[in-house]
């Protein structure tokens, strides 16, 4: 069997190209809403749980995974350490699918900060209300320190019933919060920077399918800085960046690279 770690639109699409070639593959997310994407995209296999500590292990052998790819996002790496930690001690081939990172414009409004205490000062030195796109999963921190500096968040977040309850909890205000499914388009951000007027945009390094650009392109259209927390590094074993290189890799170990040419089921 092979399991997907499958919390990006690369996961979604890897999964299903699997599923369309016959091969045995499990995709496996931490929420419902992920689960629902992936049922929607037409993937008939889902693990929908948090995998942690000895879930780990339990889950690889309980599936009888022969391959790992993990195609999380950039910034999931709690999650990428742990798999590769469960794959190294159990002997599993672990390859890491993420997408290529984008060309960042040359610009005076664009800031580029390392790690996400960092981002986050910068981008509350800038005014008083940012455009949050960092998502819900470090709303704690950052609603903390905008807390400390009384910086007003306006924050978009994935249209999940759990996420906005959380954000509501972390007290966002219900005027600043956006529930939507991006990419988002240039006009679509457009739209809602003119209407909510930030004084800056938080973003991530998100690459081209996480409509970085789209994000950009607007806010300096409209005179708006934009912080860019950089993508966390980690040594990956096997890093490739399409769903073609993965295809080929995984012909290379079902041909017999360690796996005695088959993929257990």
Known sequence: MILVLAGTTEGRQLALELQKRGYPVVASVATDYGASLLYRAGVKQVIRARLTGTLWNETLSAHRVSVVVDATHPYAVEVSKQAMEACSGMNIP????????????????????????????????????????????????????????????????????????????????????????????????????????????????????????EKIAPALELQIPVVVWQRPKLDYPVKLSSIEEVLTRLHGIIGGNGLNGTIRE
Do not use: W
């Open 94 to 213: 672990y390859i890491r699918l993420e997408r290529p990172p984008a060309q960042l414009p040359g610009h005076q409004l664009v800031h580029k900060a390392a790690g996400l205490p960092r981002a986050v000062d910068l981008a509350f030195a800038m005014g008083e209300t940012c455009f949050c796109t960092l998502g819900s999963k470090h709303l704690e921190y950052i609603m903390e320190k905008a807390g400390e500096r009384r910086v007003r968040v306006v924050a978009r977040v994935l249209p999940d019933p759990q996420i906005v309850a959380k954000c509501i909890d972390l007290g966002i205000e219900k005027s600043n919060l956006i529930a939507m499914q991006g990419p988002a388009s240039r006009e679509i951000n457009r739209a809602l920077y003119k209407f909510y007027r930030p004084s800056v945009v938080l973003t991530k390094e998100s690459g081209v399918n996480g409509g970085l650009e």
